[in-house]
């Protein structure tokens, strides 16, 4: 059995670097605005449940849909585990939009990564944001 086990080669690896850094099917968000009042506890965390495009993880700017208290929203992230701004709870962070990707919330209480600024679409969400890192 540990005979057929192969190393892990230099692409394998970066691959799994970006899975676990990304936000993909039940990953556990984190609502940084005002539009859904959400609890600090981890079981009514809201959870993301698809990923648009054909992608099976979601980087920064992407849009997934996510499920809070039977309710299904849509919304765009805007920091993961991987960024270089993140502090100790800012781990996947998301603004909820509706279908024009404008917010739903009218306050977003983070700070939004500078990387934002270069994704189409998204000029509603950077017009509200107060920080940016």
Known sequence: MLSSLRPLTRTTRSLLVVQLRSVMKQTRLRVIDNSIPTTTSAQDAPYCIHVYGSKKVAQLGDVIKMAYKGKMYKAVVVSDTGCRHVRFDNKNNVVVVDDNLSPVGTRIT?????ELRGKP?????????????
């Open 121 to 133: 679409g998204l000029s509603k969400l950077l017009a509200i944001a107060s920080r940016f890192v």
């Open 110 to 114: 983070g700070p939004l990564p500078t």
